[in-house]
Structure formats: C-alpha cells, structure tokens
C-alpha cells in the first residue's frame, strides 16, 4: 500500500534550500515542457467528479499568497483521489519548495497503483493569513471533510472529527525561471497551533450534507 507523506511538525520552519529548478528538470514528459502558469492550469480548482470541491466566499480578500495556497490544498487533495500519481506529483515541482518537493512527494513520482484512495465532496473556508516572517506567510482553511473518505470506508457514513483545520507555510523565493513565487515549504494537516483560535469556528461551519 502506498501512503503519501505528510509534514505535520508544529515547531517553527528550520532553514531551506528555497531554490526551485526551472520546469525543463521537473521529471515526467508532460511537466517538462510546461510553464509555471501552465501547471498552475492543470490544477482542478474545483474538484473533479470523484472529488467536488467548494469554496467558501470569504471577506478576506484574494492575495497571491492565498491563491498559492488554494494550489497546493487542491494538489494535495486530488493526489490522494488519484490511482496513478505519474502525471500528477511532478506539477507539485511548481507548487512547492524543492526541500518539500524533494522529502514529501519526490519518492512517490513514479507511483502507479496507489492503493485506498480518497474521494468525496469538499468545502473549503479560508481562516486567516498571517505572516510569519520575511517572505513567509501562513495560511489555514477549514476543511468540512465528513463526506471525504477512503475507499475501504462506509461513503454513506459522515465521518467523525469531519471539521478539519489545516495550514500551510508558504515562502516568496526566486524560481527557476527568474520569478518569485509564493511556494508551499511546509502543511500543518492538521494543526492544532490553529485550534484555540479557530477551531470552533470551523466546527461551526463545517457541517455540509453532499
């Protein structure tokens, strides 16, 4: 069985090699040839039919940083909805750090008969962005996962625990192509740091029927 890694440390970010390789060295044929704005189109922003998913309106207005995050939950999610990760774990090239990229997805690119996938509906809040430092933010949704399951589980059963705060630590650095980008460097899943702050609030809200 294959399981994807996931980075839920809770101390603060140690130091990384922020450098992202230009998209000709990301493996797979279709990643190699795409530009940044290419594999950020690739993403389905809003599921796909095993995995709908839905974003709550939020007065918190929309930021690059914000929608650098949107990219990797949507990643992350589809990922795990997917049999055959091949064509998918090179886009996260373009979405994430290289020391992310290279410890958490990197071992799982030529995977092509993941097992006990994940799929169902999903809503999605935006909770806060803060900034955590030069050129690093921290962005948390909550995510109403109850009808989100694996396939071995009961898809008529609301999942317990279904109001799912999650946070990911983004960092501006200069890419391969000579750009900055907000890129993913760290995802809290889930974060308990952000609980006393907005944990009641996502329970509240995190009770959708598909």
Known sequence: MVGLVTVGCTGPAE????????PSSAPGAAASSMTFEEAA???????TAD?????????????????????????????RSSL???????????????????????????VTDA???????????????????TDQ?????????????RS????????????NLESYVLKNVRTGDGEPRWL????FNPDGDREAKYGAQCTKWAQHQP
């Open 15 to 22: 130091p990384t090699d922020m450098g992202v390789p230009s």
């Open 41 to 47: 189109r690739t993403l389905p922003m809003d599921g």
């Open 51 to 79: 995995l709908p998913i839905s974003w709550d309106s939020s007065e918190i207005p929309d930021t690059e940083q914000l929608l650098a995050a949107r990219r990797s939950l949507v990643f992350g999610y589809w990922l």
């Open 84 to 110: 055959d990760w091949s064509p998918i774990v090179p886009l996260g090239r373009f979405l994430h750090t290289e020391k992310h990229y290279r410890e958490t997805l990197a071992p799982f690119a030529d």
């Open 115 to 133: 097992e006990n996938r994940s799929t169902g509906p999903l809503w999605v809040k935006v909770m806060g962005v803060e900034e955590t430092g």
């Open 137 to 149: 933010v921290r962005v948390t949704f909550c995510t109403d996962i109850g009808w989100w399951h």
């Open 152 to 163: 071995a589980e009961n898809k008529q059963q609301v999942r317990k625990n279904r109001a």
């Open 184 to 187: 993913a460097d760290q995802r």
